[in-house]
């Protein structure tokens, strides 16, 4: 104020020194701030330190001390610097001592003092007040509450919102009160839950955690976990189903939870859903049968016949009884519930029959209403004639039979006299139409009843359509004669071709000029919408592998004699997937490839009308030839008689032409997979392999292709560089002198070529394996390019080098450069998970590594280190040198180690040692509430019990605290 009151003075009086008392009020108005700036900071680090003493946050009731705390040192200070009068100090002392008092109060007398307020039978206000005022921190309440022993603290605990549940999923304090009075006083529990329910059902967290507090209260609280599914049902059904497991199958407590779970938005939501589904089936009782078929029913009903929605497997695999489950993981709730309504019909196999379930199960939708009722009449005995009649006629007007109807049919005629059941299944078919009615009709619109019992006329006694036989044998003639075992067959609803249009049978017993044409001939007509050329191709193959020796003879003329490339390319397929046992020489499969690579131009496309075939070029036969080519090189093959022959071949199609392709947005190397061209070059530089092998040199053909990749530009060039790239180390050893003289263009960075090196050096870095030493040698400045971008495996790649003790790659050089990127934990990270999954890591690799680590706490960093926590699966590296980095990087920086389980895991065993202690203390104070760390104060309590011997160190004492502060030791 004495500074303002000086400025507004020279600045009414223009005196020459305003602008040097505007420069005192500034500093005033700062030593201000920095007085209010510590005011906060004393706070900051008062919680901190509590923070660090208990590993969580302050009660609301600690923060408002905190706040107390900061509000005395304030007025102490204000009083340091003005009059104050004797009561007035004596007041402010009060409140400091009783501050200071429930701040530091030491543990074993503040818990003494819980304990005892906690064995109190008739608490008052008073008793409440002093509870607040030294439960500073989650675990002090939790404290007293384990110490409970009588109901009476529990009303006034809800009152006082000290229990109430978080809202956000976290652990709850009440659990520990719910364990020390569950046995003694459960409807006293129950009755408190349910009251603090009432308050919190609108937020689905705190149900979960009062859902929680019900089950383990055990039976008592069974009631409320209902009530609880009730409010928040997707959040609470996992406990719910897992409660099931505690209850007899036939408990009404089934079926409550099974009216909330079997709702779709639940049931969807379920990851084990199968302990409810078994429960509700196991408990099946004559009593219970109706309730629980009527709930399934119920739930099922309002599913709509959607053809691509969850009830369309039941239209579609047919050859699937209704009753087996497939791939449970993957169902969809309807399907599930299908599947326990099925089981629960058969487990009443035994039961009298009951039509008032029949009736229930009439009301489902098609198609699981006719399939669910034909498969509870096959369950029973005693089924009256005109019930099990009545499914047959439902299941004709489906049209497609199943196997249950096989069944069903089975279980009529076996039941029943033929003179009874003959005359209702022929009313069923009723008349058949006349031979001047069906000639007037072109077969492909003969109507869906007619259809439909041409494909039931293989389940039916012959006598019961005796007056269908002419028209069905006519229908048989165009849409071939339906069987059983045509039924039976698992027939998976799919969107596509699915089948051949000559089937495997009818191309099996056709001499091998038919068969060719037969093949060849063929397009599609409009019984064939299933159909496709590709489906026909896959038959072929299935005939040839019958006969691989006749086949694979003389595969030039096969092949031409194929004449479309999508039968071409099948065979050629099939002649790679046998090569080790074809009869054809290697002669006449380079024959072969050289009359594929030849062909250019649009070709018929087959089936183009459906949709079902894109065949359009030659493309995907040539890279089946090109495929074939590789592994005609890699085996060795005797390719020499024709070897310049293949190789022009080849290097006519890495020539060719190509317009926009797949993959643009792929790296180079990726993209060279599915472009023809690049892989072309790919399988040339087999072939140059192949002829270094063979001849010790590499012919000029194949280096001129090389040759051209070098500077070819464009996306096609940096595909083949890609590609030489990757193979580096081949190609040092098959054309040392080509690489020598070109290693530059390839991999230098240089802008006359569009900086295509460091493209070809990422190449190298993401796709190659292990470093190449060369490459590091001669561009290091590229290789960290890579890496500060971010290439895929630049820094594995660096870290091998600095393993392999590459020039340029020390430790020290690898960390002054991975500093500034703040990579130093990524890389310690990248070198724990490398030398641990190295079977055997050299003694000198592991040296390296640990003396990497060393020499990053030396140097100090800012970034967090977390990433070494990695080094705990390093089996080799010693408990106490690995002791003492990670404790040297825990003291270095404050966030919490990576791979934290196996860090406390592998700290809590073998010899013990100050470091490894103090390094669990460390790891517990700053894990706060995260849930990982319940498995690491699990390891550390290990270690506390078991290393007694080191009770009187400080390392030892500091855990203790640690651990009692949290309430995991008594």
Known sequence: MSAEEAWRSARQNGLADEDVTLKDLSLAIKAMAEIHGQDSKHERRLKAVLLE???????PDGLAAISEYARILDDAGSALHANISPPEAEVLLRRATRTLTRLFLPREPRNARLEELALLTEPTAVHLDELQHLALMPDHLRWFLSKLRGPGWLHILEKSGLIAPPTVHSRWVGHWMVASLKDDHPREIIDTLERILGRFKDSPPAVQTLARAAQDVGPAGRGLLLQCLSAAAGDVAFLCIEEVKNVAAHDEFVIAVADQVFNPSVLEGQHYPEPLFSAYSDGVTTENFQQRVQLLTRKLKHIPDDPLGPLSRFRHERGVPIHQKLDPYGLKHAVQLVGVLTDVLAAAAGFPYDPAVNLMLSDLPEPIGSRVRAFYATQLNGVPLGDMIAVVQARLQDGQPTVDDISLLDKIVGTFDPEEHIPALAELYGPAPSMLTMDAISYVDYPLTWMARHRWAPLMPAAAVKDWRQTLDVIAEKFGKPTTESIRRHRAFEMGPVRSPIAVEA?????RTAFIRAIVAWRPSA??????????STAMIEVMSRDVDSWSTNPLATAQELTHPTYIAAYIWFLKQNLAVLSSTAKELCSLVAFVCSQAGDVEVIGAEQGYDYEATWDNCVSAALELTGDLANTDADLEIKLDELIASVAKVVRREQGDYAGQNQDPYERSLNHTPARAFQVL????????RVNGVVRTSIMASFDMAVTLPGKLGEEMRASLAISVSLLSTMCREWLDANFATLFKSTLQIGNTGQLTTDMALKWMHHPTPRLFKAYPEQIWNAVRRDVPNALDHVLIAMLWKLEGFSTTAVIRRLKPLNKLSEAGETLGRALTHTI??????????????RECLRTGTDETLSGFGWYSRVQPL???ELAELLLGTMELTNDPLANSYDVAARMSKGEPSENKLMILDKMIRRGFETWEQQEILQHASQAHATWTDLKATTAYRRLDNALRERGVVG
């Open 840 to 853: 055997e890591p050299a003694p000198e690799m592991l040296q390296i590594g640990t003396r990497f680590w």
């Open 53 to 59: 003493r208990a590993g969580n946050a302050p009660a």
């Open 527 to 536: 019984e064939d919408w299933p159909s496709s050329a590709g489906e026909l």
């Open 507 to 511: 191309l099996q017993s056709m001499s």
């Open 685 to 692: 530089i087999s072939l140059g392999a192949y002829d270094y």
């Open 878 to 880: 010693g408990d106490e």
